[in-house]
Nanobody, 120 residues
Framework: QVQLVESGGGLVQAGGSLRLSCAASGSIFSGNAKWYRQAPGKLRELVAGITSGGSTNYGDSVKGRFTISRDNAENTVYLEMNSLKPEDTAVYYC???????????????WGQGTQVTVSS
């Protein structure tokens, strides 16, 4: 069964750091992986993306503070978040192209989300 499981969210003070993880199970990362976030009452926005070749892109609001990376051996994508601000508070979602180990098909899959709360 194809699955993406996020972890690492929590409560942190402004200026602090968190590292989010997105682990694939029943599948392998086969292409692009992205982190999105959605705050209450706001649209979901792209935070960061990484290609299979390792090229990265970031939303303007997180450039210089967040870093996306991937470990193909661990089948995991990470989001390192530094200098966190209260406006970074949101549910963070992992989205990735996955190749299923069982049916050998490609999927565009979403994780269930992990809450990040930054207190001022």
């Amino acid at each position: 069964q194809v699955q993406l499981v996020e972890s690492g969210g929590g409560l942190v003070q402004a200026g602090g750091s968190l590292r989010l993880s997105c682990a694939a199970s029943g599948s392998i990362f086969s292409g692009n992986a992205k982190w999105y976030r959605q705050a209450p009452g706001k649209l979901r926005e792209l935070v960061a993306g990484i290609t299979s070749g390792g090229s990265t892109n970031y939303g303007d609001s997180v450039k210089g503070r967040f870093t996306i990376s991937r470990d193909n051996a661990e089948n995991t994508v990470y989001l390192e978040m530094n200098s966190l601000k209260p406006e970074d508070t949101a549910v963070y979602y992992c989205n990735a192209d996955l190749f299923s180990n069982s049916d050998r098909l490609m999927y565009d899959w979403w994780g269930q989300g992990t809450q990040v709360t930054v207190s001022s």
